[in-house]
């Protein structure tokens, strides 16, 4: 089946294409993958960060003999924190263009993580580790893949506990819908999916590539007397940018430059702030009016806005809704194009979802100079840049006409769900 005909209807999760699944079951199947380990040193920054914190270390193995136990989750948060520098996305984006992409044979555009996740398993802390788990059963949609790239070298038998554990994808989805089946619990699933995993063997020049279906994670506590260092993150393809699960575009995921040239010219821009002072107020817009906002409460998406202008140092003294169950959001239209002030709003999926109306109001946005902050995003429209770059992502992310149920798998319990909904839906009209 091809792209355009699976787009043009809506599909079951399940239903993916073939070409994604000759993927997921070949370059995304817990294979190891190497890398040039001095042109992407990883491993070395992620040291020279934690000695720039005043820990005195020369091997991440022996992390757990420098850093005080109480202080490695701070190390560690701090750690995810400084993957967003831009020196490091850099070197990320670098390594996604010249070793992913063409070792897993993606296609571009791609996005990436906005933030790694940066792991510390630590020999003294039995309790501490992680069990056996899928990216699905988290919330992941069936396109996105991982990478696990250990910054120590754990590809030694006796390194068994403090690697990371997988099992290939087939024998994963017949697992995961055993536990699911027999209703089964944490511990008879760690024993169950034990018999079947095995040790990744990787380390730095090594990551492995998987998917949202493996089964993967510790599963038991790291007995090597070593600390294992490691880094995790996802990737997804523009192609399959409507199954990415409850993770969309923007948020989680950043779309990345499509060449090292495009990214040294976005690095050159001027920094973002100098474009937020235009001298007009800041009106905050909440709504409920687009898939993505319906349930999401107003005075949630209240305290994401106040989040986002107090971390930016902006005031506000002002807010509108959006009249409910009118689709094309008359009061941001209103917003826009009458009054002489910028515009706080949750999200750029809050935008509304026919592109015609949509792009008429964004074009007179960057025209009339009324900033529109998407506080979900972090993204700011101030010009017609920006304005390519909200596009981009809506794009990705095939905004207002998605595959449904965007990646996730329907069990028959969430089916039942919906067809109650579908149902007095139905007798309501
Ligand atoms: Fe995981």
């Not at 991440?60 to 420098?66: A, G, T």
């Not at 523009?238 to 948020?251: H, M, Q, S, T, V």
């Not at 990646?407 to 769900?417: E, N």
Request: hydrophobic share 35%; charged share 25%; aromatic share 10%.
């Amino acid at each position: 089946m091809s792209i355009e005909e699976l787009t043009a209807r809506p599909a079951q999760a399940n239903d993916i294409n073939a070409a994604l699944e000759h993927s997921l079951t070949n370059e995304w199947d817990a294979k190891i993958v190497t890398y040039p380990n001095d042109k992407y040193p990883f491993n070395e920054w992620i040291l020279g960060r934690i000695r720039g914190m005043g820990y005195k270390l020369d091997d991440l193995s022996y992390l757990h003999e420098s850093v005080p136990l109480d202080e490695v989750y701070k190390v560690t948060k701090q750690l995810c924190a400084d993957t967003n520098l831009p020196e490091f996305r850099r070197m990320l984006n670098n390594f996604v263009r010249d070793v992913v992409v063409p070792k897993g044979k993606l296609r571009l555009p791609v996005a990436v993580q906005r933030f790694m996740n940066v792991r510390i398993m630590l020999p003294t802390t039995p309790e501490l580790f992680f069990p056996y788990h899928t990216g699905l059963l988290y919330g992941h949609g069936i396109a996105s893949r991982s990478i696990w790239m250990p910054f120590v070298d754990v590809t030694a038998d006796e390194d068994l506990t403090r690697s990371m554990q997988i099992i290939p994808i087939k024998k994963s989805r017949e697992l995961a819908k055993q536990a699911i089946d027999e209703r089964l619990n944490m511990a008879q699933m760690t024993k169950l999916f034990a018999q079947h995993s095995h040790q990744i063997k990787a380390g730095p020049g090594s990551c492995c590539f998987f998917s949202q279906e493996h089964i993967h994670g510790s599963g038991r506590p790291n007995t090597t007397g070593k600390t294992r260092v490691s880094m995790d993150f996802r990737i997804a393809e523009g192609i399959y940018g409507d199954l990415l699960g409850r993770k969309i575009p923007a948020g989680y995921f950043h779309i990345i430059p499509n060449t090292e040239e495009e990214e040294e010219r976005l690095s050159k821009r001027a920094p973002r702030s100098e474009a937020y002072n235009n001298g007009k107020p800041n009106i905050f817009y909440v709504a409920n009016n687009t898939a993505a906002t319906y349930s999401v409460p107003v005075h949630l998406q209240r305290y994401m806005l106040n989040d986002y202008m107090t971390k930016k140092g902006l005031t506000w003294n002002y807010e509108l809704f959006d009249l409910e169950d009118m689709l094309h959001c008359p009061t941001l239209m209103h917003l826009i194009e009458e009054r002489n002030a910028n515009t706080v709003m949750y999200s750029i999926f809050a935008l509304p979802e026919e592109e015609a109306e949509r792009n008429r109001l964004l074009e007179i946005a960057v025209k009339r100079g009324n900033i529109i902050h998407f506080v979900n995003e972090d993204l700011q429209l101030t010009n017609a840049d920006d304005l390519e770059t909200i596009k981009n992502y809506l794009s990705f992310s095939k905004y207002g006409h998605s595959r449904l149920p965007i990646g996730l798998p329907i069990s028959g319990q969430t089916k039942a769900y919906f067809d109650k909904w579908g149902a007095s839906l139905a007798q309501n009209s």
